[in-house]
């Protein structure tokens, strides 16, 4: 199972951009890594992943050290909508993976 | 992205009854859907993984007799809580992968009584 580290709570003032931290020092050399974010009371939704090359959409950008044991989730111009429980995690993808979640970080997005 | 539903969205029953629930991917065949739970302000726990045209694989300390696994096609899995009690009482959340992504479908919010 993943085992990933992220601070428990940030904040992030609407317009800026928000960096959010995670510390997945266990990853294996094929895993990739995902981010997915969860408002209150939906479903987790998907917002990027990759396996070493920072990746960027029309959500955020994604960027993973060398060492791949960490990486951040960036949301370059933060609004009120942002705010939301942002869970990093890591596998490799094959045919049957299942992912596992930590506690992740809340993120509140303040006018 | 892929899109995963689930029906119904919330459901409120009497303690001893049995409830299910559906998944269904909407534009994608699913070999293999997971089933998730999630109490109040903890994260998702996996439960089940759903495998097509066979049984499904359960995680440690989930009942299967309990929490019953049906995925009979590539695009719906459903999920029976039988005789549930009100600590089954959680928000029950499916996901499909497609592509190498898991899609997560919008939850369904079980209430035992």
């Known amino acids: 199972d993943a085992k990933t580290t992220q601070p428990p709570s940030m904040d992030c003032a609407e317009g800026r951009a928000a960096n959010l931290p995670c510390n997945h020092s266990t990853i294996s050399g094929n895993e990739y890594v995902y981010w997915y974010r969860q408002i209150h009371s939906q479903g987790p939704q998907y917002i990027i992943h990759g396996l070493k090359n920072n990746e960027t959409n029309e959500m955020a950008s994604l960027i993973i050290t060398e060492d791949r044991k960490s990486s951040t989730l960036i949301l370059p111009h933060a609004t009120l909508r942002d705010t939301a429980v942002y869970y990093c995690t890591h596998n490799s993808g094959g045919s049957n993976y299942k992912l596992t979640f930590g506690k992740g970080t809340l993120l509140t997005v303040n006018p | 992205g892929a899109v995963v539903s689930q029906h119904p969205s919330r459901v409120i029953c009497k303690s001893g009854t049995s409830v299910k629930i559906e998944c269904r991917s909407l534009?994608?065949?699913?070999?293999?859907m997971f089933w998730y739970r999630q109490f109040p302000k903890k994260s998702l726990m996996l439960m089940a993984t759903?495998?097509?045209?066979?049984?499904?694989?359960?995680e440690q300390g989930v009942e299967k007799d309990k929490f019953l696994i049906n995925h009979a096609s590539l695009t719906l899995s459903t999920l029976t809580v039988t005789s549930a009690h009100p600590e089954d009482s959680s928000f029950y959340i499916c996901?499909?992968?497609?592509?190498?992504?898991?899609?997560f479908g919008p939850g369904t919010r079980l209430t035992v009584l």
């Open positions: 996901s499909a992968r497609d592509d190498g992504v898991q899609f």
């Open positions: 534009d994608f065949q699913a070999t293999t």
């Open positions: 759903s495998n097509e045209g066979s049984k499904a694989t359960y």
